[in-house]
C-alpha cells in the first residue's frame, strides 16, 4: 500500500486540495466527491458491500471544512453523484499516519441528516493502466 501525501491522494480522482491543508472531501475534475475516510471507520455489511460511517460533527477538522464535506455530502446523496475514498489511518506507535486511494471502489451516499452519514462502497473493475511502448511516434 502506497503512502501518499493528502493532495496527492485527492489527485489520483481528478480533486484538487491546497497543498499542506487538511480536507475532509472535494469535488473531482468529472463531478464526483472524493471524501477521506478514517481506516476505523469501516464495516463489511455483504461480501460485496463496504460501509463507511461516521458524523461530520466527531470530526477535529475547521468549521469550513465540516461545511464544505455537508455540501458535498448533499450533493452525491441529491445528484446520485459516485463517492471516491482517501482512506486515513492515524499513527499508531512507531507507524506514521498513512494515506492511501482504492481506485477500485465507488461508493453512494445512502444516509446523511446534516451529520451522521453513510456511503456505501462497492468494487468497480479498473482497467490496468497501458504500459508505455517506450517508442516515439514519429
Do not use: W
Amino acid at each position: 500500500m502506497e503512502n501518499l501525501k493528502l493532495a496527492d491522494a485527492y489527485a489520483r480522482y481528478g480533486a484538487k486540495i491546497p497543498r499542506g491543508q487538511p480536507a475532509l472531501s472535494a469535488i473531482a475534475n468529472d463531478g464526483t466527491v472524493v471524501i477521506s475516510c478514517q481506516a476505523a471507520k469501516f464495516a463489511r455489511t455483504r461480501r460485496d458491500l463496504l460501509r463507511y460511517e461516521d458524523a461530520i460533527s466527531t470530526d477535529a477538522s475547521g468549521e469550513r471544512h465540516k461545511t464544505l464535506l455537508g455540501q458535498h455530502l448533499v450533493l452525491a446523496r441529491d445528484g446520485g453523484l459516485a463517492v471516491h475514498l482517501v482512506i486515513v489511518t492515524p499513527a499508531k506507535g512507531p507507524f506514521p499516519r498513512m494515506i492511501s486511494v482504492r481506485p477500485d471502489l465507488v461508493g453512494k451516499v445512502t444516509e446523511f441528516d446534516g451529520d451522521r452519514f453513510v456511503v456505501d462502497f462497492s468494487r468497480i473493475l479498473v482497467a490496468p493502466a497501458a504500459k508505455a511502448s517506450g517508442r516515439r511516434k514519429s
